[in-house]
């Protein structure tokens, strides 16, 4: 059994995490600390949510705080890049309290907010910065940041920069690093410019996986409905309406299609918000923070504005819309059975949408079990017989899914309604949601 001291952590540090709630290192904690504090560069393979911001954020502490020098102005000595806001955000707020009472300092620099007042916070250096890549390239334009001494280099969530098209910028930000320097690249998945990504960034580096590229986490219970487009908003509601006080993040396409979705459910008296590019970094912060609070039980999003967003109490994650990749897919199921919970995973299929779970099952090696409707797909490629079952690699089939503590899944019938009549939803204040340490 691993602790945080055989990972080679120091005592001082060990005791910092206990103190903070972490007491035994997760599979991809206990695979990358050890090789990361030798000095190699890591590649990662690993969803949000298995503790990868400790994975690479340990080390970069660890490292840093056996350093007597302090950063000199405009300076930076560990560079941690990701995709969203949002994620910048959280990866700091899991690393601030492990640098209480050192001397070590931790900035964020992002889009949406004052470039004025990150070029002050960074005059001063930096021991860690965690910044988007755009608002990065902005501040290096402007002379408010040099990179030159950054030792230390964090990519997460990479194949997501990589779809949101930040590889010009990464090509911009990488002549101005340091070197030496340690690199560790974290990626849920592997699609192939991810190898390029990776040869070009990582010298010789250890590879640490916690589960097959494209493999949706273990207890992440799955089903589709099969129905046509005008269906939806009903099954939606009827779905919903099985349990009010559970925190489901809801998936759509477009930011006019995530807006319209989250007005009409709270028109009918669904707990409701939503998070897209059209809205405020303020507006997502509050929305974010009420879901995560339970005071907001439902939450639609679009695939960039929820990249990145760890929140443990997530029961469901509906897929209203395919994505237009199956790697996103991976990515939104990934919210839900998190931090060894399980969870459900539901998504609806039109029939202008079969293309798409073709290609999900196809890369996710698997037929998605029927909740409802008939599939279109060819026999080997969907399965007609109704009911959510949890993906399985076993000889013996997969596994029926779990029994939610709530008392029922969001994918059979209710009990005593009609069916495919979706129940009224009443109005109440939901209760507060109990975050896990």
Do not use: W
């Amino acid at each position: 059994m691993f602790d945080f001291t055989t990972l080679g952590l120091t005592p001082e540090l060990s005791r910092v995490l206990t103190d903070a709630g972490f007491t035994d290192p997760t599979p991809i904690q206990a695979q990358a600390i050890p090789l990361a504090l030798q000095g190699h560069d890591i590649l990662g393979l690993a969803q949000t949510g298995t503790g990868k911001t400790l994975a690479f954020g340990l080390p970069l502490i660890a490292s840093l705080t056996d350093e007597d020098r302090k950063p000199q102005p405009k300076t930076v000595k560990a560079l941690v890049l990701a995709p969203t806001r949002e994620l910048v955000n959280q990866i700091a707020d899991s690393l601030r309290p492990l640098v209480l009472g050192t001397r070590l300092r931790i900035a964020t620099v992002v889009g949406g907010q004052s470039i004025g007042r990150q070029i002050q916070l960074l005059a001063r250096g930096t021991d860690i910065l965690v910044a988007t890549p755009g608002r990065l390239i902005d501040l290096m334009e402007r002379g408010a940041v040099d990179l030159s001494t950054v030792r230390q280099l964090v990519l997460d969530e990479a194949d997501q920069m990589l779809d949101m098209g930040f590889i010009h910028a990464l090509r911009k930000i990488a002549p101005r690093l340091g070197k030496p320097r340690r690199t560790m690249l974290f990626s849920a998945t592997m699609p192939k410019q991810m190898e390029e990504l990776s040869a070009a960034y990582l010298t010789n580096p250890k590879k640490v996986q916690v589960s097959p590229p494209g493999k949706a986490a273990d207890k992440v219970t799955q089903s589709v409905h099969f129905l046509e487009k005008g269906a939806k908003p009903g099954k939606l509601r009827e779905i919903l309406s099985r349990d009010l006080s559970a925190l489901t993040l809801v998936f759509a396409r477009t930011k006019h299609g995530a807006e319209k979705l989250m007005k009409g459910l709270v028109a009918d008296g669904y707990n409701a918000a939503s998070i897209h590019g059209n809205k405020s970094q303020g507006q997502r912060d509050r929305a974010i923070k009420a879901f995560r609070d339970g005071q907001v039980t439902v939450l639609v999003a679009t695939d960039v504005a929820a990249r990145g967003i760890d929140i443990p109490g997530v029961a469901y994650v509906i897929n209203y819309e395919l994505p237009d990749t199956p790697d996103n897919y991976v990515h939104r199921i990934g919210r839900t059975a998190r931090a060894g919970r399980e969870g459900e995973a539901i998504a609806f299929c039109a029939p202008d949408e079969a293309d798409q779970l073709r290609q999900i099952q196809k890369v996710m090696k698997m037929d998605i079990p029927v909740a409802s409707g008939k599939s279109p797909l060819p026999s080997g490629r969907g399965d007609d017989r109704a009911g959510p079952r949890k993906a399985s690699n076993s000889p013996h089939g997969p596994k029926r899914g779990p029994k939610p503590a709530h008392g029922g899944s969001r994918s059979h019938e209710a009990a005593g309604g009609e069916a495919g009549k979706p129940a009224k939803p009443r109005r109440f204040r939901a209760r507060r949601n109990t975050r896990a340490a």
